[in-house]
């Protein structure tokens, strides 16, 4: 009996310890995106757009020439008030200085005159008709009497014209008033000054700025660059974070013999006021071409070892990385020739710690 049970013992104990001895295999899990990963991503889509061009030009910032007006006094005298600044806003019809004058003396004798003759050819009129009825003259006496009250009204109106147009308010006193409604951006008086009547220059310059211009300098290499329409990005050195957009309405076919540089404008809204006239500004503007690519954010493409990838991104785990040929790259587009579909969408945000993450 003891001959056969020791060989058992000894083949139970091998097959123990051979089950004991065998590897347990796992399954490898492939890469996924974290709960907080994929909240903090952005996407784009891979889209087909035509080419575009970017050039840079120098320039300023001037106020729109169709609402800036030079306001000149209309006659001589001695400043009593200047009740503007530069750099203040003003209404149109607002008082913006007064002077005395002893030219208007002349502009209220008229307008006095003109009144009187007219109540005396009313008279006269009045006059006429009741001695007319009375059989005491003839229709022809009334009729040279009305004859004589329209010329005194037609006095009277020419002379309350000019009143109006030196703008007589009392006594000798003259007002200039703003014509329009903007900035002053330029002041040539103050007060206790003597203006001769037969001064040639303005006392105040008015600019509406709720339109400006870009006025660009193009250099005579760039001039084939640019053309009607094309739009523009203007930025200035006081808002460097901001951009404004316009479009060229204007180039003037003149070359600076100074400066070698033809000039050339973009219109832009300031209702905001933020652009002031005479302000370096630098404008960018942008041509298409004829051809498409597909383009993608610029934010998204990774450079690496002299090589160009995107992030690609189908599901929290369908993410690849994607080597790319860059066409050209203009500002916040990259356009690609190779390596994307249309309507792929590519990682724009966080898309480094993925790619770092498949690539370890």
């Known amino acids: 009996m003891k001959k056969y049970i020791i060989p058992i013992i000894i083949t139970l104990a091998v097959v123990s310890c051979s089950k004991k001895e065998a590897p347990q295999q796992t399954q490898k899990k492939g890469f996924e995106l974290s709960n907080t990963m994929l909240q903090s991503i952005s996407l784009a889509k891979v889209e087909k757009k035509y080419i575009e061009d970017d050039y840079s030009f120098y320039g300023k910032i001037s106020a729109d020439k169709n609402s800036y007006i030079d306001v000149y006094p209309l006659v001589g005298g001695n400043v009593l008030s200047v009740n503007v600044e530069l750099g203040d806003h003003v209404r149109k019809g607002q008082v ?3 002077i005395r004058s002893t030219e ?3 502009v209220q004798k008229d307008v006095s005159d003109a009144k009187t003759d007219l109540v005396v ?3 006269n009129l009045r006059v006429a008709k009741e001695m007319y009825e009375g059989k005491l003259n ?3 006496d009334v009729l040279e009497a009305k004859s004589e009250l329209q ?8 002379a309350n014209a000019v009143s109006t147009v030196y703008n007589v308010r009392k006594g000798n006193i003259y007002s200039v008033v703003a014509p329009i409604s903007g900035y002053i951006v330029q002041k040539n008086i103050n007060k ?4 001769r009547s037969d001064r040639s220059d303005n006392i105040f310059d008015v600019a509406n700025t709720t339109n400006v211009w870009a ?3 193009v250099n005579e290499s760039d001039i084939d660059k640019i053309s009607l329409g094309m739009k523009a990005q203007v930025s200035t050195l006081s808002y460097p974070d901001k951009v404004f957009d316009g479009k060229i309405d204007k180039i003037f076919k003149i070359i600076d013999p100074e400066t070698n540089a033809m000039q050339a404008r973009v219109v832009l809204d300031n209702q905001n006021g933020l652009l002031i006239p005479e302000s370096k500004a630098t404008i960018k503007v942008t041509s298409s071409e004829n051809t498409t690519a597909l383009t993608v954010p610029s934010k998204a493409v990774i450079f690496d070892d002299n090589r160009s990838f995107v992030v690609v991104y189908k599901s929290r785990t369908d993410v690849k990385v994607k080597e790319i040929k860059v066409l050209k790259q203009v500002g916040d587009i990259t356009y690609v020739s190779e390596g994307l579909s249309e309507g792929e969408q590519v990682v724009t945000n966080n898309q480094l710690l993925i790619y770092r993450s498949l690539n370890s």
């Open 215 to 217: 006025i660009m300098n």
């Open 151 to 158: 010329k005194a009204q037609d006095q009277m109106q020419r």
């Open 138 to 140: 003839t229709e022809r």
């Open 96 to 98: 913006m200085a007064t």
């Open 192 to 195: 206790d000054m003597q203006l």
């Open 121 to 123: 050819a009313q008279n």
């Open 104 to 106: 208007l003396a002349e």
